[in-house]
Every structure is written in C-alpha cells, then in structure tokens.
C-alpha cells in the first residue's frame, strides 16, 4: 500500500503563487507515474500534471506554462510549483501515485491518492 499526503494549499491573491508536495511512504514506486488532480466545486476531478521517474512531464492545456511538476525520488516526494493562479485555479489538489511507468493522465489510471489539499485563490 502506498500512503501519499499533500502540502502546501492555502489561499492566494490572485497573481501569486503556491508550491504543494506529496510525500509518499508505504511501498513507493520510484520508478512510476506521478500525478496532480483537482477537483473544483460542482465539476469532475480533471488531470493537472504527472510525471515520470525518468522526469519526463505532461500537463493540462489550462496550466502549461503556469505550473510545473517535478520529483525527488531519494526522498519520495513530488511538487506542483504553480505561478500566475487565477480564481479558476481553486480546487481542491489531489496527489496520486500509479503502478506503471508511463505518462497518465486520466483519473482511473492511478491507484493511490492522497486526501487532497485545498488551494483558493482570490480574485
């Protein structure tokens, strides 16, 4: 079982900036698929960013340019840095962890998710 718990949410001015981290614990996968989700009020849960071990990275269309994901894998932990947030980045952020190597973007792909963190930005 792999444990993820995320960081970092919290409320912003618009125009600002926020880093969240997930530290993964339990039986990590180093060499696998990391993911950011977020789910705003009302909507789905929509894919934000993953990445792979070897570093390799895709984003949503809605944040490419704005955030950026990356890993440490000796410390089993992955980050969201996202700049320039604007009020249709509030959501709650979800990090999740999948079995496999390749680049995910779809919610039913993951298998182990975090409890989320809450990101509000104010406008």
């Known amino acids: 079982q792999v444990q993820l718990v995320e960081s970092g949410g919290g409320l912003v001015q618009a125009g600002g900036s926020l880093r969240l981290s997930c530290a993964a614990s339990?039986?990590?996968?180093?060499?696998?698929?990391m993911g950011w989700f977020r789910q705003a009020p009302g909507k789905e849960r929509e894919f934000v960013a993953a990445?792979?071990?070897?570093?390799?990275?895709t984003y949503a269309d809605s944040v490419k340019g704005r955030f950026t994901i990356s890993r440490d894998n000796a410390k089993n932990t992955v980050y969201l840095q996202m700049n320039s947030l604007n009020a249709e980045d509030t959501a709650i952020y979800y990090c999740?962890?999948?079995?496999?190597?390749?680049?995910?973007?779809?919610?039913?792909?993951?298998?182990?998710w975090g409890q989320g963190t809450q990101v509000t930005v104010a406008s």
């Open positions: 990445i792979r071990w070897s570093g390799s990275t």
């Open positions: 339990g039986r990590t996968f180093s060499r696998n698929a």
């Open positions: 999740a962890a999948a079995k496999t190597i390749v680049l995910l973007t779809r919610v039913t792909e993951y298998d182990f």
